[in-house]
């Protein structure tokens, strides 16, 4: 089960993290990976780290902005989101249990391939 929060209503230019807590597994042996969906569009990858040597993947959108780490003695997922923009705003979600295999990841992965999702959280940017 994840547990995303950290969500709420910045102005543009501003900062959040995001965080996804973890219960019943670790993240030792799964990618996870963090979501968007925007309204009335579709959900779309984000960042994700692979298990096998932590490799780091944004999409191009948030690359240079967002900053994808995870604590695995915690079990516990972050998203920093810097330098936010209007079109930012989106539900975001944590999921684990999937491919992350190199920087197209997000092109290519859809939602079905991941195994376990939270529950979202809101990002509101304003302008």
């Known amino acids: 089960q994840l547990q995303a929060s950290g969500g709420g209503l910045v102005q543009a230019g501003g900062s959040l993290r995001l965080s996804c807590a973890a219960s019943?597994?670790?993240?030792?042996?799964?990618?996870i990976a963090w979501f968007r969906q925007a309204p009335g569009k579709e959900r779309e990858g984000v960042s994700c780290i692979r298990s096998s040597d932590g490799s780091t993947y944004y999409a191009d959108s948030v690359k240079a902005r967002f900053i994808m780490s995870s604590d695995n003695a915690k079990n516990t997922m972050y998203l920093q989101m810097n330098s936010l923009k209007p079109e930012d705003t989106a539900v975001y979600y944590c999921a684990a249990d999937g491919p992350c295999w190199g920087s197209s990841w997000y092109r290519f992965t859809r939602t079905y391939e991941y195994e376990y999702w939270g529950q979202g959280t809101l990002v509101t940017v304003s302008s």
């Open positions: 019943g597994r670790t993240f030792d042996d799964y990618a």
